[in-house]
């Protein structure tokens, strides 16, 4: 089964390093809260902001989730030290989208997956079903992967920091983006949405095929 | 658009209450000690938690329970199913032992540490047609059994399989434990003086399908989604996503309050949790009161696993028509909810499971005889 979604908005964020120059601080003036939010989280309140959507359903997608928030509770278990509770609070996949509906209010259904590699293709394929609902959807997904030592792990990906947002919903137009080649140097789990984002044309309609 | 109805067909589960969906039930209903105390996960603590007994290798457990619903189903295999996992540790528990034995991270399997790390072990045994892995805490099974009747209900799919698994982990209990919401003894959710929750394992697979293929098919009458949007680990105080994640699952099982007879809680038996749940049932249910209970005082909490855990135990119930009992509690929460510290045998046609978890996230789901 093929279903057509009609891409509305996008916006991305990439960078090899971890991306500094963001606006968090006018975006969550609330010191008390800002402090506590993970990398992802900044990111996906970023491009919240820049898409203009903080109401409706979230679908959000990420390989390896918060693998700051992760690498640091192992640490502090192998050092036989204390773990932060705020660590741990942090650490759970849909960690971002949490505090986002928190900042915005936002209480409609908000859903996390973590398909591997396959993260993006599969958070197409979620939010084009839930779309069929008929209302307008964002799909959101980030990797933060620029932590300590990850060069123990990490041989192919050069863009340690992505995130990326797609505001969709269903169409019966006839589908306009085809992705044919990938940057090999993003995370494999989100380089298909971030080609996705730089195929989007403002002055045309972008549609493209999800096959389920 | 297409509106079919999804039945739980074939179901099997194995946790620290046992290894059969039997044997789950008899310990419920038996309200058998099944939590073990342990001073090996927290330096120089003593916590309960919840293992599961006799078994080798947890990865050989999770193929077998697999295995088990293949063999009962009415499919030669999975090549034409969606495989629907729910899971908030992944490969979490192997990354750990890796780790803390190398001190590095240069021998961690990427494919083998995500959350996508359970698909990735089952797909190396079965053909699936696709799969997707949700990860939304405490509520990722429950998430993954919404999502399969939401694809069957569209038509997209006739066949998934939901598994909602979680393993021991040292992140989660140590984390919990950084919380202090950990009992050293097994948990007593709703009693008044509870001391908190146990983290447990568990693997708990259904089979969900288009078409009833057994008599005693159980029906994914609703589910219903929301978000607290109040703190990333205390629920809101006057249960307000727990009331919206209810009343959706009601209005999409298309039924009212009147028509529930058995609430399997959330019910972790935390201060937050606890209050919080009670005081959103006795709002939504204000005239009509179901009975209410929380298995977790035999399972345990299985974090991601719990959805899906529970909800077999809510097939069993419909099933047998027994209200699962509530562990011994001596003095109740909350006393406007109808708890029974003693099995009641009750033809039932709905029952409901809720589950909630880190970040606000709510998910309730109707289950039912079907009509």
Known sequence: ?212 | MKTNRAYINNSSCISCAGNSNEELFVAICEKKETIDIDTTYVKNSSVAIGKIKNFIDFDECLISECKKVLKTSNLDDFSSTLLVVGSSVGGMNKTEEIFFKDKSYKNINKKEHPIDAIAHKLKQVFEFYDDISFSTACTSSANALGYAKEVIEKGIYKNVLVVGVDALSYTTVCGFHALSVLSCKPCTPFEANSEGMNVAEAIAVLLVQDKPTKPNAVEICGVGYSCDAHHMTQPHPEGLGAISAMQNALTNAKITTKDIEYINAHGTGTTANDTSELIAIATLFNKHKPYVSSTKSTTGHTLGAAGAIEAIICTMALKKGVIPPSKDISKLKNEEIKISNVVVEKNLNYVLSNSFAFGGNNTSLVFGIPK
């Open chain 1, 1 to 212: 089964m093929n279903l057509n979604l009609e891409i509305l908005n996008v916006t991305y964020l990439i960078n090899k390093t971890a991306i500094t120059n963001l606006n968090t601080k006018e975006l969550i003036p609330k010191m008390v809260f800002r402090r506590r939010l993970t990398q992802a989280s900044k990111l996906c309140i970023e491009l919240m902001h820049n898409i203009d959507f903080t109401q409706g359903r979230v679908m959000y997608a990420s390989c390896f989730g918060e693998l700051n928030s992760t690498a640091k509770i192992l640490n502090s278990i192998l050092n036989q030290e204390s773990i932060s509770p705020t660590e741990f609070q942090n650490s759970v996949y849909n960690t971002p989208v949490s505090y986002s509906s928190i900042w915005h209010k936002n209480r409609s259904e908000i859903m996390t997956i973590s398909s591997g590699e396959n993260s993006s293709n599969k958070l197409l394929k979620l939010g084009a079903i839930k779309a069929l609902d008929g209302d307008e959807i964002l799909l959101l997904a980030t990797e933060t992967l620029d932590i300590p030592n990850i060069h123990e792990v990490n041989t192919s990906c050069e863009y340690l920091e992505c995130a990326v947002a797609l505001k969709v919903r269903i169409t019966q137009k006839k589908e306009n983006i085809a992705i044919e080649n990938i940057d090999k140097k993003l995370p494999k789990s989100i380089a298909l949405l971030v080609e996705i984002a730089k195929e989007f044309d403002k002055n045309r309609d972008n549609i493209i095929r999800v096959t389920l």
